[in-house]
């Protein structure tokens, strides 16, 4: 299998809002933080305005891996193809091959060369390394193009640069893993990943840290989306965190070491032509 990888890029999405903006949406819900015993408790007292404190706020770049690639196979089969003739016809002959026709038709053995494109695209936490199914390729608008150093810049107070843990050759492989398409062949030719985008994207989220009671509560708010999220965590010990500018991996030699020498991407069904009739 053959694995061919674009340049990897850094993308950052723009905030829709700002850290005061943040902070009026995620108010509202921050008894609701605290879940369903302390709203219950509001109903019998409801809270005083000091009863909850913001005790912590952080704005932070959160990183994602957004991948898209197309699998190629080429191969080869022999497949038995029946051509429906006039009644009159009992004999035919293609490219020197006879044969007879019966009950108005004719098998003709026929060796077919066939290529196929299978295209995907993942979203991946470059935390975590999981799936980011809320995410998609559109999570992207708007994003700007940014380099290392550019973006080591950018962890300014209150903000919190996250570098991702799971790197760009696990979330490839996984990509390429999940594919898995059936063809039915009898000789492969080629088999081809190739790989259009590697982008390793940060958006901005808002956290709000409250406590109540001795309790610790926390509210996020997406600063793309503006969405209100209840839990969540704060990544203060980040702050101040300085980024090394060569944070990306080399991905070609690293992920080229994580596929199994001859390992096959396609699930090739063995096609037996002479008996097996064409079923597209």
């Known amino acids: 299998m053959d694995v061919k990888l674009v340049e990897e890029r850094i993308l950052v999405l723009p905030d829709h809002f700002d850290l005061v903006a943040a902070e009026m949406r995620a108010g509202p819900r ?35 891996w957004s991948l898209r690639c197309t699998a190629i196979c080429a191969y080869e089969r022999t497949r038995t193809h029946h051509l429906k003739l006039p009644a009159e016809v009992r004999q035919i ?16 053995p026929v060796l077919e060369t066939c290529r196929e494109e299978f295209h995907k695209e993942a979203v991946f936490d470059a935390r975590s390394g999981q799936p980011a199914t809320e995410l998609t ?17 950018l962890g300014v107070e209150h ?47 808002y956290a709000f840290r409250y406590r109540r009671q001795g309790k610790e509560a926390v509210v996020e708010v997406d600063g793309v989306t503006g969405e209100v999220k209840l839990g969540g965590s ?14 990306l991996i080399d991905v070609g030699a690293e ?3 994580l596929f199994i020498p001859g390992a096959t991407l396609v699930k090739v069904l063995v096609v037996k032509g002479m008996d097996l009739r064409d079923r597209r």
């Open 234 to 247: 704060t990544f203060e010990a980040y702050l101040g965190k300085m980024l090394e500018p060569r944070f």
């Open 30 to 64: 921050r008894l609701d933080a605290f879940g369903t015993l302390a709203k219950m408790s509001g109903l019998l007292a409801k809270p005083k305005l000091g009863d909850i404190e913001l005790v912590y706020k952080e704005r932070r770049l959160q990183p994602f």
């Open 255 to 257: 992920t080229f070491n």
């Open 137 to 153: 390729q559109s999570a992207k608008t708007g994003a700007r193009l940014i380099s290392p150093e550019a973006l080591a810049a």
């Open 93 to 108: 002959a293609i490219g020197g091959q006879t044969s007879e026709v019966q009950s108005r038709s004719a098998s003709i």
């Open 159 to 205: 903000t919190v640069l996250l570098p991702p843990q799971a790197k760009a050759a696990v979330v490839i492989r996984d990509l390429v893993a999940s594919l898995n398409p059936r063809i039915e062949a009898d000789r492969l030719i080629e088999e081809t990943v190739v790989f259009e985008t590697i982008d390793l994207c940060y958006r901005p989220i």
